[in-house]
């Protein structure tokens, strides 16, 4: 009788064992896959990560907002030129030179309006490139191979009452993980969704760049957009402090320590890559 129990308890033992294991692991996996798609997804530019929607954003400007965008040009360079025309005193003092100047301008405004998604997709190349970069020297990814035979080599030296509590403590927060992981997913479209919802008027702000009054709405327009690209490398710095400390945190000795500390630290990567789009304006000076 009492070998049948043993060998039932080892059985319930190699159970808990074997899904306490499953569930940190699986833990470990959705994060790793999380965070690559961060890695892919923030170096692409807005052309790269859906050619569909870009093509779609792309007509909506060139139809729509473009047109729009030239009658406001047009009524900020003669507004220009009738405040030119009164600042010389109603052409009593003439100067040639700010005719020229002010043609000079004209040819420079439409210049900007034409090529205005060349500009932006600059932008983002500049800073596709800085990702690109940075990538060589972060690392998100996380082996957790070794992790997962010191972890079954402690688990057996547990008993089963403590390793079912475990389990079901592993079990509840590999879903809190699993809903973490939706959260970055989320963070991450939303900024591509922002991209692109940004880029469709580009040309808007992009007219009133070469006037001295109106130009404040083009000038902090290209730092929101500057803000926007290089959002992704303060996302991608982010990843790395969290695969740094992660790291440290799956090979420490103690199992709850070691759960409790990578949820945390899930829990501010998520808050922190919530914040890197207010702290990537901050360094822009967008508002």
């Not at 405040?83 to 109603?90: K, L, S």
């Not at 010191?150 to 688990?155: I, N, P």
């Not at 939303?190 to 009133?208: D, H, K, N, Q």
Request: charged fraction near 10%; glycine fraction near 8%.
């Amino acid at each position: 009788m009492d070998f049948l129990f043993d060998s039932l308890k080892e059985w319930i033992k190699e159970a808990l064992i074997g899904g306490i294991t499953q569930n940190y692991q699986n833990m470990f996996n959705e994060l790793n896959m999380r965070v690559g798609e961060i890695a892919v997804q923030v170096g692409q530019t807005p052309e790269g990560w859906n050619s569909g929607v870009f093509s779609m954003i792309k007509s909506l400007s060139d139809t729509v907002i473009i047109p729009i965008a030239g009658m406001i040009l047009t009524a900020v360079l003669c507004i220009e030129l009738i405040q030119m025309v009164i600042n010389h005193n109603n052409m009593q003092n003439f100067d040639t030179f700010v005719f020229f100047k002010w043609i000079f301008k004209t040819f420079v405004a439409v210049y900007i309006l034409t090529n205005t998604f060349n500009i932006v997709m600059a932008v983002f190349g500049i800073a596709q490139h800085v990702i690109n970069g940075s990538a060589a020297f972060i690392t998100g990814s996380l082996d957790v191979t070794l992790a997962m035979d010191t972890l079954s080599a402690e688990l057996q030296s547990m008993e089963w009452y403590t390793l079912l509590g475990l389990y079901l403590e592993s079990s509840i927060l590999s879903l809190c993980m699993k809903a973490l992981s939706a959260c970055i997913f989320i963070i991450v479209i939303g900024r591509m969704l922002e991209i692109y919802l940004t880029v469709s008027v580009a040309a808007i702000p992009f007219s009133t760049m070469v006037n001295r009054e109106w130009g404040q709405i083009g000038n902090n327009y290209l730092k929101g957009l500057f803000a926007l690209a290089f959002q992704g490398f303060f996302m991608m710095v982010v990843i790395g402090i969290y695969a740094v400390l992660l790291r440290t945190t799956v090979f420490d000795g103690d199992i709850h320590s070691a759960i409790w500390k990578a949820v945390g630290y899930t829990i501010l990567l998520c808050f922190s890559l919530f914040k890197s789009s207010g702290l990537s304006k901050s360094v822009f000076g967008a508002h």
